[in-house]
């Protein structure tokens, strides 16, 4: 008899984005005049930029014609791509990460959902709340979190990310070995300092714990006194991991290519009492059920670091930042308290006491603007709504205007 994995039933039973699309739908269905405009789902809007394009159809080019043509690539990605990676975002900063820690792959998503796979099933793991709903839900499905009751996971260690800690993770009171870690974060929008984060890598080395630090945004960062890498941070070599994205840098959300840094530093421990590389144990997994990203991909992805590719992302990213100024500007003129928006395409906004699902309903029916409900990131974000700054000027600058219609 094929029996089901049943850590699949303690699933939620609903995922945040169906929700919301079944409550979009109901609403145009019975507005079908209305323009909804869409401030939900963090995904970009504009077109991959010119010298990424150029670079991706000369990938393309080459595998019409045998002498050029690719089959199977690196499993950990091309040479040119990691060497590229390594050289701008890693040592241009003082990080000491070389090509060979860099593993390439089709996204942030799969590799901090895949990740966890490689820890024993009876450790303690720490997530904020709220979340980016990934890093929960494969721990859920792997088993490891116990029964969802009154909102939580039993076995999970939540670190409640509230106005009263300005949105960041408090290091846990009780010694825990796995910790993830985003920033800038989804769905707050705040950022670490680098004190914030020598804290975490501290507590990490004090508890032979590991982070997963998830670094998908970092390219929204303008304040140069903010870390860009976690590897900023002295010892850091030794206790995180580190996962980005082309996605929002460079408008690859449905291109897909991403990247994390397993250095070799690492380490891993058994039962008993040994311990292994993480990086050797990483490479077996994605050699054995990964085989690498697209040639004409990592073509593309290697033209961001191009000075024309760098000049170009430089200005996506800016002008989603500037819509997020708008959305700021807008929301506290309306009297609202709110984070983010800053070094971040995230604005997430206080309802004032109310339900986020009900802050999110009253902005669908009276501006028909959708954004996210903050409850479906957590507990925590209950009485907030996150508002994405990914979409047109235009699109922006309406979505304001109803605002101040529907909420004054
Ligand atoms: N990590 C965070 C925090 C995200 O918000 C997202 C996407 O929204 C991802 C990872 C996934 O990125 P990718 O498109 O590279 O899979």
Sequence with gaps: MIRANENYQKLKASYLFSDIARRVNLFQKDNPDARVIRLGIGDVTRALPPAIIKAFHKGVDEMAHDATFRGYGPEQGYAFLREKIAAH????????????EIFVSDGAKCDTGNFQELFANDIRIAIPDPVYPVYLDTNVMAGRTGDFEDGRYKKIVYMDCVKENNFLPRLPEE???????????????????????????????????????????????????????????????????????????????????????????????????????????????????????????????????????????????????????IICKTVEA??????????????????????????FDLLLHKAAVVCTPGGGFGRCGNPYIRISAFNSRDNVTEAMERFKGALK
Excluded at 89 to 100: F, P, V
Excluded at 200 to 211: C, Q, R, T
Excluded at 270 to 295: C, M, P
Excluded at 344 to 355: A, E, F, L, N, R
């Design 175 to 325: 010694p825990v070995d796995l910790i993830y870690l985003c920033f800038p974060n989804n769905p707050t929008g705040t950022c670490a300092t680098k004190t914030d984060l020598a804290a975490w890598v501290d507590y990490a080395k004090k508890n032979k714990a590991l982070i997963l630090f998830d670094a998908a945004y970092e390219a929204f960062i303008r304040d140069d006194s903010l870390p860009g890498t976690i590897y900023e941070i002295d010892g850091a070599r030794e206790v995180a991991v580190e996962f980005r994205s082309f996605s929002k840098t460079a408008g690859f959300t449905g291109t897909r290519c991403g990247f994390t840094v397993v250095p070799k530093t690492c380490q891993v421990f058994l039962e008993n009492g040994g311990a292994i590389s993480l990086h050797d144990l990483w490479n077996r997994r994605q050699s054995t059920k990964f085989n690498g990203v697209s040639y004409p991909v990592q073509k593309a992805a290697e033209a961001v670091y191009s000075p024309e590719g760098q000049a170009q992302v430089k200005k996506l990213t800016a002008g989603y930042l500037d819509n997020a100024d």
């Design 89 to 100: 975002d890693y040592q241009a900063r003082g990080a000491n990460i070389s090509a060979e």
């Design 334 to 359: 309306l009297g609202f308290d709110y984070a983010g928006g800053k070094n971040s395409p995230y604005i997430w906004v206080d309802g004032q006491g109310k339900d986020s699902w009900e802050f």
